[in-house]
């Protein structure tokens, strides 16, 4: 039933490109950098002697001098970590505020607006004179990536075509894998200034991608499904949609908006978060919530965050380990570029699976290898330690493809308009505080659990890999106004909205 509803949409809406819709989802998209950039810098300043030794000399004294301490404890500090976690936790708060925000002022704003913080954190980390400073900048950082990663996902499927969507909305994974990538490279020259400033320029660099952010947003239009739900202004709306879908004929996909907004008006009475709550809402409220969570218990961002750290643990020299962190982004951009061409013609959930097994043999694979080569003291061999690099952009490549891009995507399509400002936020909220959790506690767990912490996250990707495939719903290529359909015909989720409407229509008869 789900192919036959994607096969009547796709022969409804004929697949149609413009160079104006895809300027617009890459410019918008551009936003993931900020995202990449910071989680990539944070982890490689943490790794840096001269900002260890400026802000957490203890650490750097332990990892030089003290030969007793467990290779896996040697980064173990609550103020490291809340380094790290302070932007998660700033996020967090921020993201449910960008709700409201990017409800009444619509996507454009809350972009320029994230951009703005953006600026205004780079200007303040790189400036630090002090550890409280620059963990100002960082929550100044996570207030922005609060509101961009709640607004940009939305504002890219409602200017795709369905049959284009995954592909548009994988500029943003793109972006975050390339800012990654990018401040990796700065991380690697900034480390050899001598005079101990390197880690201030990588972190005022920041500036540069929400400058792009910045620029490019004041250029792009306000999408019509925004435009028609705050002020009905079908006539813009219609403009727009010309000008995206590169044709006249916009009547049908213009119906369908002012009848999503209509219904969505209709139920403004009602608090979202009040509305969320309802029965037939209960399959997109697990998405948002546990998508985000399982992207997190994937480990990515303890890799990410750690990868130099990780890497200076198993013998790599400071130089090294952000060449190795660096190799690992490059294979995950690559990656990340292939899936967005097949991703719409192929599905989600196929990637999902397919990510989701080859990530599991890889921790897998670290893991009993760290357990059988690496001692509590001193380094691995080469040679092994240059396999678990090899390992590690094997997970990277099946994250790329699987939990780094889809979570993000399915997010972005699943929610209907009245709650769709809302269902984000909290899909981005959860993604914030289960990142905080593990940014904050990571590097204790490591400590204790050591080479355990592998096995661990490959039984999590495990469970979430069997959610995948017995709950949920393929989304390709269905308009966003539609999507309610794929719950109506799934085997568990159909109870509940099937249930849901039946009251509905109880109460409309007794009214009658």
Request: contains cysteine; aromatic residues 14%; charged residues 15%.
């Amino acid at each position: 039933m789900a192919a036959k509803l994607q096969n009547a949409a796709a022969d409804k809406e004929p697949a149609r490109i413009t160079l104006f819709v895809v300027f617009t989802c890459m410019v918008a998209g551009s936003g993931g950098l900020l995202f990449g950039y910071d989680l990539g810098i944070s982890g490689g300043v943490t790794s840096m002697d001269s900002f260890l030794g400026k802000f957490f000399p203890e650490i750097l004294a332990k990892m030089k001098k003290d030969r007793n301490v467990s290779n896996y404890c040697k980064f173990n500090s609550q103020w490291l970590m809340a380094f790290t976690s302070s932007l998660y936790i700033s996020g967090f708060f921020a993201s449910l505020l960008a709700s409201p925000v990017t409800k009444r002022f619509g996507r454009r704003p809350s972009m320029l607006f994230g951009a703005v913080l953006f600026l205004a954190g780079a200007g303040l980390s790189g400036a630090g004179f002090n550890l409280l400073t620059v963990m100002l900048g960082r929550i100044l950082f996570g207030a922005s990536i609060g509101f961009t990663n709640q607004c940009i996902p939305l504002y890219i499927s409602e200017m795709a075509p369905p049959k284009y969507r995954g592909t548009m909305n994988g500029f943003f994974e793109i972006c975050i894998s390339i800012g990654l990538l990018v401040s990796n490279v700065i991380n690697y020259g900034t480390q050899k200034i001598q005079a101990g400033w390197g880690w201030r320029l990588s972190l005022a660099l920041a500036a540069l991608p929400a400058s792009f952010l910045l620029i490019g947003a004041l250029f792009l239009p306000e999408t019509p499904s925004c435009i028609i739900h705050r002020n009905g202004d079908s006539q813009k709306a219609s403009r727009i949609l010309q000008k995206i879908r590169g044709t006249a004929d916009v009547h049908d996909e213009l119906n369908s908006l002012i009848s999503a907004a209509a219904d969505a008006s209709r139920a403004a009475s009602e608090h979202p978060l009040r509305r969320l709550v309802r029965r037939n809402y209960r399959p997109h409220i697990v998405m948002a919530f546990l998508l985000p969570a399982f992207r997190q218990f994937t480990g990515i961002n303890f890799i990410t965050f750690y990868a130099p750290v990780m890497f200076r643990t198993i013998g790599f020299k400071e130089s090294a380990s952000l060449i190795s962190a660096g190799m690992t982004r490059l294979t995950a951009t690559i990656c990340t570029l292939a899936t967005m061409a097949v991703v719409d013609k192929l599905g989600r959930r196929k990637f999902f699976l397919l990510g989701g097994t080859q990530m599991i043999i890889a921790l897998v694979m670290v893991g009993g290898i760290m357990a059988l080569k690496l001692g509590d003291q001193g380094a691995m061999g080469d040679g092994y330690a240059y396999l678990v690099l090899a390992l590690l952009c094997i997970y990277v490549v099946g994250f790329s493809w699987s939990w780094g891009l889809l979570p993000w995507l399915v997010a972005s399509e699943i929610f209907p308009l009245e709650i769709r400002s809302t269902g984000q936020s909290i899909f981005v909220a959860s993604d914030f505080f289960f990142g905080a959790w593990i940014a904050q506690s990571m590097l204790s767990i490591l400590c204790y659990m050591k080479f355990g912490v592998f096995f661990l996250f490959g039984g999590l990707v495990v469970l979430m890999s069997l959610f995948v495939f017995w709950f949920l719903p393929e989304t390709k290529e269905l308009p966003l106004e539609e999507m309610g359909r794929v719950w109506e015909d799934h085997w568990f989720w159909k109870r509940f909205v099937e249930l849901d409407e039946e009251k509905g229509n109880n109460k409309n008869v007794q009214i009658d």
